[in-house]
Nanobody, 128 residues
Framework: QVQLVESGGGLVQAGGSLRLSCAAS????????MGWFRQAPGKEREFVAA????????YLADSVKGRFTISGNNAKNSVYLQMNSLKPEDTAVYYC?????????????????????WGQGTQVTVSS
């Protein structure tokens, strides 16, 4: 129903920046919000950021607040994750997700279970 394709991952030194993109297709009009999650080896999937298609600045996990920015482009059905001041602990596979669930505020969008559609992920590796 909704297809998501991430891009922009790669290898970067600590302190550097990357910009991840997520292109959505299909029934994107049925979705309320987009999110970014990440999963590092041996770790559970972790919420990173979410944003409503209706706009605003979105919501960021405490671990990335002040360093990452999430944004969306409705016309392009795309969301972006600007990642600055990267740390080695940011190393993970980053997944884009789409939710067709309405959530008052961003609380529920911090939960992976609220997202019905997921991309294949893009690897981000931050070296020391």
């Amino acid at each position: 129903q909704v297809q998501l394709v991430e891009s922009g991952g790669g290898l970067v030194q600590a302190g550097g920046s990357l910009r991840l993109s997520c292109a959505a297709s299909g029934r994107t009009f049925s979705t309320y919000a987009m999110g970014w999650f990440r999963q590092a080896p041996g770790k559970e999937r972790e919420f990173v950021a979410a944003i409503r298609w209706s706009g605003g600045n979105g919501y960021l996990a405490d671990s990335v607040k002040g360093r990452f920015t999430i944004s969306g482009n409705n016309a392009k059905n795309s969301v972006y994750l600007q990642m600055n001041s990267l740390k080695p602990e940011d190393t993970a596979v980053y997944y884009c997700a789409a939710s067709d669930r309405y959530c008052s505020g961003y609380g529920c969008y911090q939960e992976g279970k609220e997202y019905g559609y997921w991309g294949q992920g893009t690897q981000v590796t931050v070296s020391s």
